[in-house]
């Protein structure tokens, strides 16, 4: 195999996405496109890859980090124009060079292998990756000569016609021999509709100088799609998420309606999970086995153990143990720690706190910046007043103990293991444990005061 190089153009600003955001930075279920193309470059074997950057480019670079080498294109001058600006670093260099284009998330790793063999089998100096579209609108046309070889590349807005008749495309994915590539690049011209450099032009200014270029159609269309405003983006999105939804389920997890299953990119779900419609899950989730998740809930960067029931709830940055109940309608909030067994009934929200294995708040609590031990029970209503207007203040709760109904507990402040607390009570001293804290007025009867009263009378 010879040296593998790539190329990444990215530095287009991507005007038809209408966007503040660059366009190759646009996320496909969860990750930037951008992302998606290097994820798949890794798997090539490349022994160096440059990213093109120009309109975004310290947000480009930060996003992709130091998994490449970075090359400026300060002005957009077209896609050769681009390739031209990794000169310095690869010009001299014996090898295949791959060139793909930042807008094309779901082209995937075994097709652009395929591409490679293909062209180093048929010791091209070119070759580029084609599909056959129904609609080939947009895309730059391949122009086959009577023998059925590739002569050469138009652009659409350049096509004539008959050109734009033409159904194979250009999926802007290319190998080239390194050396030549460099070579053609500076015979490219400008003098089209756009007044762009063209990539494309290296294959007609190579095959014109009698080398071998070739085309490998793949038969996936699905995968050579361009995404150049947000229209295609939601066609991507579509198309990426059945991919990972697949994938899932073929790993032995039940989708119970696909179509309406939101899963990104990068999460792991373990088998026997069962995942119901309207379900989100956010990318940097990690889900155990047998699992209910759903409906209607959104996960996001949450680390979940086995046998563990979400519905109709969110959670976010948090992680949960195994045999946990979470639901209907319950909030997890960033950098909770839920223990195994622990039940999170209806309307209670959890914010930055530590729920110890088997505590139950059921029904209607806010447990905020709050460390709870094991097997505590904290009645319907009661809450963590955690905030003072200016500070947040921790509340401890030890092991064993009993919050009754609609208490306040004011922070800072500590219960101790055992305790229980009055229902009602408003705690703002620590209580010890095995205590029975009451911190409410007592009640008070007027016996025969309504028979005093003259309403109505
Ligand atoms: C390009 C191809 C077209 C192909 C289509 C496939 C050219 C001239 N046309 O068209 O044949 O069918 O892709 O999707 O190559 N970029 C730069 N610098 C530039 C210009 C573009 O880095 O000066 C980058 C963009 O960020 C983008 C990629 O190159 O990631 C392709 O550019 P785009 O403007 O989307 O080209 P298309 O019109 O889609
Ligand atoms: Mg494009």
């Known amino acids: 195999m010879s040296n593998r190089f790539a190329i990444v153009l ?157 159904t194979e495309i250009n999926t802007g994915t290319y190998c080239f021999d390194n050396q030549a590539l460099f070579e053609a690049l500076k015979k490219v011209s400008n003098d089209n509709v756009q007044g762009e450099y063209y990539l494309p032009d290296v294959i007609e200014i190579l095959k014109s100088e009698g080398e071998i270029v070739t085309a490998y159609q793949t038969a996936d269309f699905e995968e050579t799609l361009g995404v150049n405003d947000r229209i295609a983006l939601s ?106 067994e622990v039940k999170i009934g209806n309307f209670v929200e959890i914010k930055k706190s530590v729920f110890g294995h088997g505590s139950k708040a059921s029904h209607l609590s806010y447990i905020g910046d709050a460390e709870v031990g094991s097997d505590v029970n904290i009645g319907c209503g009661s809450i963590t007043v955690n905030y003072d207007g200016k500070n947040k203040f921790l509340t401890k709760i030890g092991d064993d103990v009993f919050v009754g109904c609609n208490s306040n507990l004011v922070a800072p402040v500590s219960v101790g293991d055992g305790a229980y607390i009055a229902a009602g009570s408003t705690i703002t001293e620590d209580v010890p444990g095995e205590a029975l804290a009451i911190a409410r007025a007592r009640q008070v009867n007027k016996e025969d005061y309504v028979s005093k009263l003259n309403f109505n009378k």
Do not use: W
């Not at 639901?327 to 909030?333: E, M």
């Open 235 to 340: 066609e991507a999105e579509k198309i990426m998420r059945k991919r990972i939804n697949f994938e899932h389920m073929k790993n032995g997890v039940t989708l119970i309606d696909p179509e309406q299953t939101y899963i990104e990119a990068d999460v792991t779900i373990g088998q026997d999970t069962i995942i119901y419609p309207g379900t989100i899950i956010k990318s940097g989730t990690t889900i155990g086995s047998d699992c209910e998740i759903g409906p209607n809930t959104e996960i996001a960067q949450c680390e979940i153990g086995d046998s563990t029931a979400i519905r109709q709830s969110v959670a976010h940055n948090s992680s949960i143990g195994s045999h946990v109940k979470i639901g209907p309608f319950a909030h997890i909030r960033p950098q909770s720690q839920i223990a195994d």
């Open 10 to 166: 990215a530095a287009g600003q991507g005007t038809r996405m209408k966007s503040k955001l660059y366009k190759v930075l646009h996320s496909v279920c969860g990750k930037p496109m951008v992302q998606h193309v290097l994820d798949q470059v890794s798997a090539l074997q490349v022994k160096e890859t440059v990213t093109i950057v120009g309109h975004g480019a310290e947000k480009v670079q930060a996003q992709l980090g130091d998994k490449c080498g970075f090359a400026l294109q300060a002005e957009q001058l077209g896609t050769a124009h681009a390739v031209m600006q990794a000169e310095s670093l690869l010009q001299g260099k014996q090898g295949t060079t791959f060139v793909i284009c930042g807008d094309t998330p779901l082209i995937k790793a075994e097709t652009m292998e395929a591409l490679i063999k293909q062209h180093e089998a048929q010791g091209a100096k070119a070759s580029v990756l084609t599909a056959y579209l129904e609609d080939p609108t947009g895309y730059g046309r391949i122009i086959r000569n009577k023998e059925g070889f590739v002569e050469k590349i138009v652009e659409h807005k350049d096509a004539t016609e008959a050109e734009k008749l033409v």
